[in-house]
């Protein structure tokens, strides 16, 4: 059974600072891992989906790294914004390829 | 070329009442998916539909809850009976085709149901 952690459960970091968070998971035979971002009382937002052939994906100041022998993934945010805070959420996809396993998530704040 | 939409955003029902969770995917999305979060924890899956079939329901309990999808409307999620754990956060997403390999899915807002 696919298992999903989220390491730290919440970070807190000045305003300018880069960061990274992390995602490791259980079973590497994975299509794909992707992270997402959800806003307090919405839905979630799809940030970067890297394939399972891929070591990383770029979007803006995101980048996105998979390494499927460790189990594990990075989310670095560069020239971290007050706007950035949110609570980040990496997922895979489980049984039947759709089922989507997710982790409890990082809590970011970003001080001004 | 509107999101994934979900009503109501808020339900609050009483002990043994019923709750009806509605969910219009993207256009041209015919893959609906329903996950609940309860408090503290991750998003778990509940059920996968396509238009008037349920593909997989192994996430969803087997009493009380059920989902259909028919040829016309949303997508309804029903609780019947609610008990105060039923309270959580339920995301449907949707897909213009079957998730995995090469497709994300696109969340909804999400239905935040609380059982008094």
């Known amino acids: 059974k696919q298992e999903v952690t989220q390491i730290p459960a919440a970070l807190s970091v000045p305003e300018g600072e880069n960061l990274v968070l992390n995602c490791s998971f259980t079973?590497?035979?994975?299509?794909?891992l992707q992270w997402f971002r959800q806003d307090p009382g919405k839905g979630l937002t799809s940030l970067l989906l890297?394939?399972?052939?891929?070591r990383e994906q770029t979007s803006g100041r995101l980048n996105a790294s998979l390494d499927k022998s460790s189990g594990r993934s990075t989310l670095y945010i560069a020239a971290s914004q007050p706007g950035d805070s949110a609570t980040y959420l990496c997922a895979v996809p489980g049984a039947g390829s759709y089922q989507l396993t997710f982790g409890k998530g990082t809590k970011l704040s970003v001080i001004p | 070329n509107a999101g994934v939409m979900q009503n109501p955003r808020h339900l609050v029902r009483r002990r043994g009442q019923e709750a009806r969770l509605r969910c219009s995917p993207m256009?041209?999305?015919?893959?609906v998916y329903w996950y609940r979060q309860l408090p503290e924890e991750g998003l778990k899956f509940m059920v996968y539909l396509q238009k008037e079939n349920i593909i997989d329901e192994s996430g969803m309990p087997k009493e009380r809850f059920s989902a259909e999808f028919p040829k016309e409307g949303p997508s309804i999620l029903r609780i019947q009976q609610v008990v105060r754990g039923d309270s959580a956060a339920y995301f449907c997403?949707?897909?213009?085709?079957?998730?995995?390999?090469?497709?994300?899915?696109?969340f909804g807002p999400g239905t935040r149901l609380l059982v008094l």
């Open positions: 256009k041209g999305h015919s893959h």
């Open positions: 997403a949707s897909s213009p085709l079957a998730g995995g390999s090469q497709e994300t899915q696109y």
């Open positions: 079973d590497s035979a994975i299509y794909n």
């Open positions: 890297i394939q399972s052939s891929q």
